[in-house]
């Protein structure tokens, strides 16, 4: 079946590093591609989206490109500041499957130190 | 547009009690979503409804699990007969979508409902 793979954490990095949380996905059709956060004690954020091969999603410096060749969803952002420390979940929405339901990894923890 | 909103935010229970937990979709979203989230893991898919029917239910639901959505608005999401297992967070989304399933649509959640079952 349809599946998300994310790279484990935690992930720890300085004041205005460079981030990379990798994602891959496993799926028969053409999924929309998203990435959620989740702050401390907050709900899932929806932080961006694509819906089709070479779309790049992009919010608040976040940026993904949907990679239909390499199955990938890589979230970035050049320059990473305390207030991003949450916990980062990729996913995706099966095309003509199950209407929509997302199918989630299991989420990658980022703390950002001063 | 308030969000989603969900009720209570905490239960503690004891096993074999039963549960239930209250969604209050985004006002005009149609779609309305039901997904638990253990320590450490994604959240996992349980049951959707678009408008009144359910029209999807997860494996993971057992027969213990019941999800309503009376008047395609709010949602309830009842545990019967709580077990240990059962500990985890609860979350609820909703989304505007058509009748077509390629539609691209976007779930927004709410702050879930954390239950510890004792």
């Known amino acids: 079946g349809d599946s998300v793979t994310q790279m484990e954490g935690p992930v720890t990095l300085s004041e205005e590093a460079f981030l990379t949380i990798n994602c891959t996905y496993t799926a028969t059709g053409y999924p929309s591609l998203f990435w959620y956060v989740q702050y401390p004690g907050e709900g899932l954020q929806l932080l961006l989206k694509a819906t089709k091969a070479d779309d790049k999603g992009s919010n608040k410096g976040f940026e993904a490109t949907y990679r239909k060749e390499t199955t990938s969803f890589h979230l970035e952002k050049g320059s990473v500041q305390v207030s991003d420390s949450a916990v980062y979940f990729c996913?995706?929405?099966?095309?003509?499957?199950?209407?929509?339901?997302?199918?989630f990894g299991k989420g990658t923890k980022l703390s950002v130190k001063p | 547009d308030t969000g989603v909103s969900q009720d209570p935010r905490h239960k503690i229970t004891k096993r074999g009690q039963n549960v239930t937990f209250r969604c209050d979709p985004i006002s005009e979203h149609n779609r309305l979503y039901w997904y638990r989230q253990t320590l450490g893991q994604g959240p996992e898919f349980l049951t959707y409804f678009q408008n009144e029917a359910q029209l999807e239910k997860s494996r993971l639901l057992s027969d213990r699990f019941s999800a309503e959505r009376p008047k395609g608005s709010f949602s309830t999401l009842e545990i019967q007969r709580t077990e240990q297992g059962d500990s985890a967070m609860y979350l609820c989304?909703?989304?505007?979508?058509?009748?077509?399933?390629?539609?691209?649509?976007?779930?927004?959640f709410g702050p879930g409902t954390r239950l510890l079952v004792l």
């Open positions: 989304a909703s989304s505007l979508g058509g009748p077509l399933f390629f539609e691209e649509e976007t779930q927004y």
């Open positions: 996913a995706l929405a099966p095309y003509g499957g199950s209407q929509g339901n997302l199918i």
